[in-house]
């Protein structure tokens, strides 16, 4: 069941009137049959959900049904709640872009890496059907898996600077060049990323990539370079907290948009909390 914290109701207000006033900016409007649920509640609780993270959805609705109903007087049934929220999502991507930063230039110390989003087992691949046209087989240093690949950067406080969910077979390089377009300052990463020709691209651009030396390579490494390094640390925790608590990768999802709303969900959740909640 979901933990009650006594911060609960101010978690929910914010998140609330973070919700409403963007609504409200944007100028969006009920579409469709009325809900007796309005845009800022739908997404209020869809957020929350994963706020207080580690509880399905089914489970988690019943748990809003009995101990927060006083907030939501009007709650339709857990199906048209579901659908509700799949109708929003464009407009839950429209509010994670705002969270993320959105100045045209952005310095400072930056850390990217990437993370595989397995969609099923292993032994279940020649079988699956829901992502068959989307998925693909990727493969690191812990092995192979089938679906899909985040690639994150974020900044030395753990905010998200930009982020791409494309399939596993892309390498890390090439998402990596999509994603850092009017960075600067320095960029850290793993040697995924090692590519002389893209490391003098980005020092044209003001952005100085440091990452690890290949075993086969020369290590000139000094201490303050190493020093550095240990910062990737921080983006290795980050990716380890959005699948275990915000469970980022899951194979439970049966339809794309689902899935689309699960992985924008998780982001925007992860920045709201780390923007509007920290000191909850």
């Not at 939501?72 to 993320?100: A, E, G, R, S």
């Not at 985040?150 to 990596?176: E, M």
Request: charged share 25%; hydrophobic share 40%; glycine share 6%.
């Amino acid at each position: 069941m979901l933990a009650v914290k006594n911060n609960s109701k101010y978690d929910l207000e914010t998140i609330y009137y973070f919700t409403d006033e963007v609504v409200n900016k944007i100028g969006v409007k009920n579409i469709g049959r009325p809900s007796k649920l309005n845009i800022p509640e739908v997404l209020t609780i869809g957020i929350y959900r994963y706020i207080v993270g580690g509880i399905n959805w089914k489970s988690y609705y019943q748990t809003i049904e009995r101990d927060y109903r006083r907030y939501f007087p009007d709650l339709p049934h857990y199906n048209n709640f579901i659908c509700l929220l799949k109708k929003y999502t464009i407009l839950m991507f429209q509010l994670l872009i705002m969270l993320i930063k959105d100045t045209n230039v952005k310095e400072g110390v930056f850390i990217i890496d990437s993370t595989p989003l397995k969609v099923c087992d292993n032994v279940r691949i020649r079988e699956h059907k829901t992502f068959v046209r989307y998925a693909r087989r990727g493969k690191n240093g812990k092995g192979y898996w089938y679906g899909f690949k985040l690639c994150l950067i974020i900044d030395i406080y753990g905010n998200i600077v930009s982020f791409k969910v494309d399939k596993a077979s892309k390498h890390d390089l090439k998402l990596g060049k999509e994603l850092v377009k009017n960075l600067k300052g320095m960029l850290i990463a793993d040697r995924g990323f090692i590519d002389n020709k893209w490391a003098k691209e980005l020092f044209e651009q003001e952005l100085l990539l440091i990452t690890p030396p290949r075993k086969n390579m020369k290590k000139i490494t000094t201490q303050s370079q190493l020093d550095v390094l240990k910062i990737r640390q921080k983006i290795e925790g980050i990716l380890s907290v959005l699948k275990r608590f915000y469970n980022l990768e899951s194979t439970l999802y049966r339809s794309v948009k689902g899935y689309i709303n699960h992985i924008i969900l998780v982001m925007l959740s992860y920045q709201i909390k780390k923007i509007f909640l920290a000191n909850s």
